[in-house]
């Protein structure tokens, strides 16, 4: 991993930058429903961080927005390791310098999507370990990649001890079967979708699953999925089977389900 020689000066090394409006709107779904984050937020001051918004700060404001539907006193900031795409302050949001040391930054929620893509798998633990250092007591990290458009969505929920669970989230109606996520596994995960690794195997058993529960096609994705889902669950695979309906499909593991062998 790219270090700076001078002290003060962001870790890691620029990355493509690239973005779109909307894009992460499921991740923010997400943390914004998810309990544990709610739970890591609900401090005095409760203070987020988008590690490495791109060549835009949209990301950025629209993770605010979302968040602060459910913890209205949030203080949000922007991270960009590229001093060229530092914008001014908007919508509550203000922006800087940094990378994985977190600008000096002591946040409660870190969310870092689309960074390690670019990175090799070999600089995954250090950089973790660089922003777990970094969170305040009791603070979470969600690290993951998606598509350009922002329908398939696999991430890393990582607290201070390292990480906890895996999370894939997919439109439902633009995914033919859960292996479709495959090529947006985080980077600790994506060289590990082959025979004899965990991620593999759960992989090949959400695809049977979804095979198995065929004959609910007719009630839409959504609905077949919750039945693959309760089919995963009573075949042993430990996931997490959400309360509810939900907009996105998403199949939740922990991370003991997945590390890498």
């Known amino acids: 991993m790219t270090r700076s020689g001078r002290a003060g000066r962001p870790l890691g090394r620029i990355t493509r930058g690239t973005t779109n409006i909307n894009r ?54 922007g991270l960009e390791i590229d001093p060229d795409r530092i914008v001014e302050p908007r919508d509550g949001v203000r922006f800087a310098l940094g990378g994985f040391e977190l600008a000096g930054l ?7 999507f689309n960074v390690l893509r670019q990175y090799d798998e070999a600089e995954v633990d250090e950089a973790w370990a660089q922003m777990r250092s970094a969170l305040a007591p009791g603070g979470l990290i969600v690290e993951g990649t998606c598509d350009e458009i922002g329908r398939r969505h696999c991430w890393v929920l990582l607290d201070a001890d390292g990480p906890v669970e895996l999370t894939l989230c ?42 198995r529960a065929a004959g609910q096609a007719a009630f839409g994705p959504r609905d077949r999925w919750r039945v693959a889902l309760g089919m995963l669950a009573d075949d042993g695979v430990p996931v997490v089977v959400p309360r509810g309906r939900r907009v996105d499909n998403m199949l939740t593991v922990p991370w003991s389900a997945v590390h890498p062998s």
């Open 24 to 77: 992460l709107r499921r991740v923010d779904r997400a943390m914004a429903g998810d309990r544990r984050v709610r739970a890591a937020l609900d401090v005095p001051q409760p203070l987020a961080v988008d590690l490495g918004y791109g060549g835009r700060p949209d990301t950025a404001v629209e993770m605010a927005h979302r968040l602060r539907a459910v913890v209205p006193g949030l203080s949000l900031v």
């Open 106 to 112: 002591r946040p409660n929620l870190v969310r870092a």
């Open 170 to 211: 997919w439109a439902p109606t633009h995914s033919d079967r859960p292996s479709d996520l495959a090529p947006r596994l985080p980077k600790a995960l994506i060289h590990r979708n082959v025979p004899g690794e965990l991620v593999h195997d759960l992989l090949v058993a959400a695809d049977r699953a979804w095979d």
